[in-house]
T-cell receptor
Framework: KQEVTQIPAALSVPEGENLVLNCSFT??????LQWFRQDPGKGLTSLLL?????REQTSGRLNASLDKSSGRSTLYIAASQPGDSATYLC??????????FGKGTRLHILP | NAGVMQNPRHLVRRRGQEARLRCSPM?????VYWYRQLPEEGLKFMVY????????ESGMPKERFSAEFPKEGPSILRIQQVVRGDSAAYFC?????????????FGPGTRLTVT
């Protein structure tokens, strides 16, 4: 049974710092991995999607990596800004077409 | 092209009432997925539907919950005789086809509060 774990559960960093969010999954037979952003009381915004054959994806200040064999992904945020404060969710798409989500990392950027 | 729409965005029900949550998929999408996010928990898969057909309901509670996606109109998630433990955010996602080749696009969610 696929399980997705995100560490840390919460993180506070000063504005301008680079930071890394971690995600691990127990079953490497995934189709893809996706990082989402969720603002309080809002829906999910897709940030980056990495296919199982890819190693990383980049969008602006965000870079996501995938190491399928070790069951790990990281989301790197460069030059953090207060507007980056949100909950970041990692999700894997299993080959049975189900998305399994982690519980998220609550990120707070201190101005 | 409007995204996935869900309504209502917020729903308050007393214990024992029925809750109906609606999801209108993106134009051209024929597959809908429902997820539930309990407080302090991750989103969990509930049910996957194609028009007029339930493909996978392995995540649905056995009682009081049902879902449909008719030929015309939105997908409906129905919760009968709601209890406090049903309070959660319910998200739907849609895709243009079935299977892992198609990305799921998420709606803004419906936040259900049971008093």
């Amino acid at each position: 049974k696929q399980e997705v774990t995100q560490i840390p559960a919460a993180l506070s960093v000063p504005e301008g710092e680079n930071l890394v969010l971690n995600c691990s999954f127990t079953d490497s037979a995934i189709y893809n991995l996706q990082w989402f952003r969720q603002d309080p009381g809002k829906g999910l915004t897709s940030l980056l999607l990495i296919q199982s054959s890819q190693r990383e994806q980049t969008s602006g200040r965000l870079n996501a990596s995938l190491d399928k064999s070790s069951g790990r992904s990281t989301l790197y945020i460069a030059a953090s800004q207060p507007g980056d404060s949100a909950t970041y969710l990692c999700a894997v798409l299993n080959r049975d077409d189900k998305i399994i989500f982690g519980k998220g990392t609550r990120l707070h950027i201190l101005p | 092209n409007a995204g996935v729409m869900q309504n209502p965005r917020h729903l308050v029900r007393r214990r024992g009432q029925e809750a109906r949550l609606r999801c209108s998929p993106m134009k051209g999408h024929s597959h809908v997925y429902w997820y539930r996010q309990l407080p302090e928990e991750g989103l969990k898969f509930m049910v996957y539907l194609q028009k007029e057909n339930i493909i996978d309901e392995s995540g649905m509670p056995k009682e009081r919950f049902s879902a449909e996606f008719p030929k015309e109109g939105p997908s409906i998630l129905r919760i009968q005789q709601v209890v406090r433990g049903d309070s959660a955010a319910y998200f739907c996602a849609s895709s243009p086809g079935g299977g892992v080749s198609y990305e799921q696009y998420f709606g803004p969610g419906t936040r259900l509060t049971v008093t």
